[in-house]
């Protein structure tokens, strides 16, 4: 922080300067000519070292949300770059269990027999201008595990990140996602009775795993994306790809996945 505040306070004492030249006459060129051209090129050398510089670890923070005696659970999320790795596993009093690099920012707040959580990246005012954050993986890594016991609605809005969601021993009923230029593994749960799940990407790639004795009907759609859906499983009917048995099945998932441009692979 200290380090980006100096150097950016040196370059705006410097273009103060100039310009204050300018406006008395006192320079020989147009320095407005120059000022753009100067400026990316500070903006180049600083990213540079962002990528070369020894890099300051941000601290991770291990977090368990407790459960509050709930029985059923809305998790709200939302991740900026980075990784982002989930799966079931979390302590019977426990919602959530797990490593948060860059910190945690949570609310949880309980409504009669649901807890109702919403987490987001922590706010730090250096990361826009500290170089070591542009670029760094594993700086703002997030890994952590889901009760498996109760319901859980589960709402991600993420940027460019890397997913690795393994919902197979949590009960998910509702899964939401909306990303940017993200790569998402996703496995979806493999006991949790009816799954609504809803996809909207952009330029993104995304796998979905549907585990064995778990029907499904998808429906998948996008601009420019290439769309593979195993139909041995799930024979195309209509506008869907839908298992025979999908109607009867003890556990089944409706999906809805829309990208801009990528691919989508069900299998």
Request: glycine fraction near 12%.
């Amino acid at each position: 922080m200290r380090n980006s505040a100096l150097f950016w306070g040196g370059i705006l004492i410097v273009f103060g300067g100039l310009l204050l030249l300018d406006n008395l006459n006192l320079l020989p060129f147009d320095f407005w000519k120059l000022f753009w051209p100067l400026f990316l090129i500070l903006l180049g050398l600083w990213t540079l070292w962002g990528v070369f510089m020894p890099r300051r670890a941000l601290e991770s923070e291990q977090v368990a949300i407790p459960l509050e005696g709930a029985s059923r659970a809305r998790v709200h999320i939302q991740h900026g770059a980075g990784q982002l790795t989930l799966h079931g596993g979390a302590g019977s009093g426990e919602l959530v269990n797990g490593t948060f690099g860059g910190g945690l920012d949570y609310h949880a707040q309980r409504e009669g027999d649901e807890l109702n959580v919403k987490m987001r990246m922590a706010r730090r005012d250096d990361w826009f201008f500290a170089p070591w954050m542009w670029g760094g993986r594993g700086l703002l890594d997030w890994s952590f595990s889901l009760n498996g016991g109760i319901p859980v609605a589960l709402d991600l809005k993420t940027g460019a990140s890397d997913m690795q969601l393994d919902l197979t021993d949590v009960r998910v009923t509702d899964f939401r996602l909306e990303t940017g230029a993200s790569s998402t593994r996703l496995t979806l749960p493999a006991q949790a009775g009816f799954t609504r799940a809803a996809i909207d990407g952009g330029a993104t790639s995304i796998k979905v795993r549907v585990p064995p004795g778990v029907a499904a009907r998808i429906v998948a759609s996008g601009g420019a994306a290439s769309i593979d859906v195993d139909q041995s499983r799930f024979p195309r009917l209509g506008a869907a790809y839908q298992s025979p048995d999908y109607e009867t099945a003890p556990n089944r998932v409706e999906m809805d996945i829309h990208v801009g441009a990528g691919s989508v692979d069900v299998r």
